[in-house]
């Protein structure tokens, strides 16, 4: 099992794509005057999510809607499920105001699309097949821990729950169509419409530059994850321990669900991946719309300076390394 883990761990911070993201967080952290254009960030971002969608699609496509119907289903129970148990440990534990746990708890139960496409990568670089339709667990998985999160938080403010108010149009609004997610959800629908046939057609424009594409996003992530370290401490150490041990559990619990639904090792991986990840795209737009009370630094940083480097530079080896233990 150790060396299990030293191997998985020395394959993945030898990536470019997780070395392209230390010399961004180098950058920052040095006070380099790199900076990426905003909308080069936003067509870096709606790239991979349309080429990610796409090609989930066609390997849903291919391997057929029953196939991938029971890990789906366990996929979003788990995003649905994760903000009720975190929510109270944040609150209680962490004696975090309730709207600011309910907004933190949104996050965690809510998955990050780049952190699922580094661990495919990775998945790649060792050779370890998965189930190519394994995207669709990251779309069923974004938008239900959004919606808890947003109901939690409405209720601890004292408010009708938002489906008693007439405000669950706008928390929907934003969990399922917001950018993220409609380009995810749409380009897998395409793709599974496609099929193989239509993805001999673009694989020039959406397989053969998505690794140079990823390397580029990670270093605008780098920078971005740099600038956000200064706000640890105003965040706290319970925060970051709940930043890096919770992902941790629900990598594990993922990964165990993943085994249970029959996934490959390479599947229970990306479950688990997905499973330990938390959200800086969608649920911080869903947050600001629906919770502007909550603070921004409290459910942002944790997630983007904590978790997400955590997770790409040695969480997603110790949960490839957990699912081949596990295997064997």
């Known amino acids: 099992m150790t060396s299990d883990i030293l191997h998985a761990l020395s394959a993945n911070l030898l990536t470019p794509a997780v070395l392209f993201f230390a010399l961004g967080l180098a950058a920052a952290l040095l006070r380099s005057d790199l900076k990426f254009p905003e909308a080069l960030y936003v067509t870096l971002t709606i790239y991979l999510l349309t080429a990610l969608g796409f090609k989930g699609g066609v390997a849903i496509s291919e391997a057929g809607l029953r196939t991938v119907l029971l890990p789906a289903l366990a996929a979003m129970a788990l995003g649905a499920v994760i903000p009720l148990w975190a929510y109270p440990l944040l609150r209680y534990v962490g004696r975090l105001r309730p709207v600011d746990a309910a907004a933190i708890a949104a996050h965690y139960g809510s998955v990050s699309a780049v952190t699922f496409i580094t661990a495919t990568n990775y998945l790649k670089g060792i050779n370890v097949p998965y189930e190519p339709y394994a995207t669709a667990f990251l779309a069923v998985m974004e938008s239900p821990a959004i919606i808890v999160g947003v109901l939690l938080g409405k209720m601890s403010l004292g408010r009708q729950p938002a489906v008693f108010n007439g405000s ?161």
């Open 168 to 328: 669950i149009g706008k928390v929907l609004h934003e969990a399922v169509l917001g950018r993220s997610v409609f380009l995810l959800v749409g380009a897998l629908l395409v793709g599974a419409l496609c099929g193989k046939a239509g993805m001999d057609k673009v694989e020039p424009f959406f397989v053969t530059p998505f690794q140079g594409v990823l390397a580029l996003f990670l270093l605008e992530m780098g920078l971005v994850a740099g600038r956000r370290l200064q706000d640890l401490k105003k965040v706290g150490p319970f925060l970051v321990a709940f930043a890096v041990l919770l992902p941790l559990v629900h990598g594990v619990l993922g990964v165990l669900l993943g085994q249970a639904a029959g996934l490959s090792v390479g599947g229970a991986t990306l479950l688990g991946v997905l499973a330990a990840s938390a959200s800086y795209i969608a649920a911080p737009a869903a947050m600001r719309l629906s919770l502007p009370e909550a603070n921004p630094a409290l459910y942002l940083t944790p997630s983007l300076a904590v978790t997400f480097p955590f997770n790409i530079s040695l969480g997603i080896p110790l949960f490839y390394a957990l699912a081949h233990h596990l295997h064997r």
